[in-house]
């Protein structure tokens, strides 16, 4: 029997109701080097991000992980992070506009730079708009092309 499938092109997903053995070691064949590949791009986009210096470098470029997931009735393969923060760092975000106060009537100290502490009991802090740095994304993108040649290997191993 002929396979068929088709390419969402947002998410490079494709979808086989039943798959056998050949064609299920064929899709692991073909997607284990590029989801390293799309992986190790990522990583290497993430080098320039801010994140990577200061008290803690290199915490989002370690949560970068790739591979091909092999179980029950799919092959999935996958590039993401496990930082809960990834999405901000992808998409980029917006710190609100808000007040700080001081609990119970308190007041906040601040240092002035070194000449003086500064007290307040109340911190206006504007709307903040903080860029994206996006990796993951990025590095699939440079790799959608070879993602549908890959799946049209399997396609045409499979016979169809």
């Known amino acids: 029997m002929a396979a068929s499938f088709e390419v969402d092109a947002s998410g490079a997903f494709a979808r086989l109701d039943r ?11 073909e997607l284990t080097p590029l989801a390293a590949e799309m992986a190790d791009g990522a990583r290497y986009l993430a080098l320039a991000h801010f994140h990577s210096i ?6 989002y470029l370690a949560s ?21 923060l990834a999405h901000l760092l992808e998409l980029g975000f917006t710190i609100k ?19 003086a502490e500064v007290f307040t009991r109340k911190v206006h ?6 860029q994206a740095y996006p990796a993951i994304q990025p590095a699939f993108d440079a790799m959608r092309g070879e993602v ?13």
């Open 19 to 29: 798959i056998g053995p050949g064609v299920r070691q064929a899709l692991l064949d």
């Open 125 to 130: 802090r504007p709307e903040t708009k903080v």
């Open 64 to 84: 970068i992980a790739g591979g091909v997931s092999d179980k029950d009735s799919k092959v999935v393969g996958y590039v993401r992070s496990s930082n809960p």
């Open 148 to 160: 549908e040649a890959a799946l049209r290997r399997v396609k045409e191993k499979a016979g169809g």
């Open 97 to 115: 506009d808000m007040i700080i106060e001081a609990k119970s009537g308190g007041v906040m100290a601040f240092d002035a730079g070194g000449i």
């Open 54 to 59: 200061g008290a803690k470098p290199g915490l």
